[in-house]
């Protein structure tokens, strides 16, 4: 064989440098694809705090991501539940369990470094949201109650009392229950104002009590007034055209009256009969009266007689006026 450099100074010159530039090319070294090997996923930890909450509470919930890429590669994160709301990206995020119904919820974390070699790591947080406690039962209390009496009550005339109520448990609805020491509540029970009938009741105290329910307790409330003694004439007693020893007998027993009321005063009014003669109703009246002073011992100052008109029949009225009273008129 040839030697190369023999070989070579044998060849003409142009196909030579042919040879020198293939050999050139030929020679050069290639170039290596950077092929990235997989180094394994990121290490991750994930920590929550707190792990149980009260939705009617304060139900935020901190997670946080501990995580490493192992290539050194910057990492990404994704964040998902199956309840509440998430508010904050990245490696910590806050968890809002507001309003849950009770239960576990489940927050997960995904984390990668943007390799496709499947180097994804999960994790995941359990939160437990408990029921809230009953609110306590609302204190009952009685409201202000307040009963007012009539500024003035006479006998027959009906009186009002009222109950006034502010303040106490609220969203109550009261009940009312009244009930009197005297008289006869003629309407208004069950409401805040009663009528009570006074009929009779000259002299006496009413006292008018009120029971307000709804409270849980008893809410009472109370207001008493006195019907006065209203001095006012009244009539004894009456008779027709009787025997004389008949008419004796009634002037007795008013004269017995008259004496047992110091401070009162008869009135004694004679009707005649329209057909009655000339005086006789003024004879019949000194009788009456000559009876009380001469038999019975009445004073002639402490009753008065009167002629009144003439009726179809005779009429005798024997009243009684106490002291301060105003004296009968003779009826028409």
Same mark, same amino acid.
């Given at each position: ?60 919930? =901190? ?9 050194? @590669? ?14 904050? =990206? ?24 943007? %390799? ?5 790591a999960f994790s995941s947080a359990s939160i437990v949201v408990a029921d809230c406690p009953p609110p306590p039962p609302l204190a009952r209390v009685c409201p202000n109650v307040s009963v007012s009496c009539p500024d003035a009550a006479s006998e027959g005339q009906p009186a009002t009392f009222s109950a ?12 009312? $229950? ?25 002299? =006496?105290?009413? @006292? ?25 004439? %009244? ?17 007795? $027993?008013?004269?017995? =009256? ?20 000339? $005086? ?10 000559d009876y009380l002073v001469n038999s019975r011992g009445i004073d002639a100052s402490r009753f008065t007689l009167t002629i009144a008109a003439a009726r179809e029949d005779w009429l005798f009225e024997l009243w009684i006026v106490p002291a301060g009273a105003t004296p009968p008129t003779p009826s028409r």
């Amino acid at each position: 064989m040839m030697p190369r450099k023999s070989f070579l100074f044998g060849l003409a010159p142009a196909l030579v440098m042919a040879v020198l530039v293939f050999a050139s090319v030929d020679a050069k070294p290639k170039k290596k694809r950077n092929v990235e090997r997989a180094s394994g996923p990121p290490t991750l930890t994930l920590a929550a705090e707190p792990t149980t909450v009260r939705a009617c509470d304060d139900a935020r919930v =901190q997670l946080m991501a501990r995580a490493s890429s192992a290539a050194g @590669r910057p990492l990404r994160y994704k964040w998902t539940t199956n309840g509440g709301r998430l508010s904050g =990206q990245g490696a910590g995020t806050t968890w809002d369990l507001s309003g849950a119904q009770p239960g576990i919820y489940q927050a997960v974390v995904e984390v990668d470094d943007g %390799r496709y070699l499947d180097c994804v790591a999960f994790s995941s947080a359990s939160i437990v949201v408990a029921d809230c406690p009953p609110p306590p039962p609302l204190a009952r209390v009685c409201p202000n109650v307040s009963v007012s009496c009539p500024d003035a009550a006479s006998e027959g005339q009906p009186a009002t009392f009222s109950a006034t109520i502010s303040g106490g448990s609220g969203g109550t609805r009261p009940t009312y $229950n009244w009930t009197v020491s005297a008289g006869r509540i003629t309407s208004g029970q069950g409401t805040s104002s009663i009528t009570v009938d006074t009929a009779g009741l000259a002299g =006496q105290t009413i @006292r008018a009590d009120l029971e307000l329910g709804g409270y849980g307790m008893r809410c009472p409330a109370t207001c008493a007034i006195s019907i006065p003694v209203v001095n006012k004439p %009244r009539k004894f007693d009456e008779y027709y055209d009787i025997a004389r020893n008949d008419e004796k007998a009634r002037l007795d $027993n008013y004269a017995i =009256q008259l004496q047992g009321e110091p401070g009162s005063h008869g009135y004694i009014f004679v009707y005649p009969s329209s057909k009655a003669r000339a $005086n006789e109703a003024q004879a019949r009246a000194r009788r009456i009266s000559d009876y009380l002073v001469n038999s019975r011992g009445i004073d002639a100052s402490r009753f008065t007689l009167t002629i009144a008109a003439a009726r179809e029949d005779w009429l005798f009225e024997l009243w009684i006026v106490p002291a301060g009273a105003t004296p009968p008129t003779p009826s028409r």
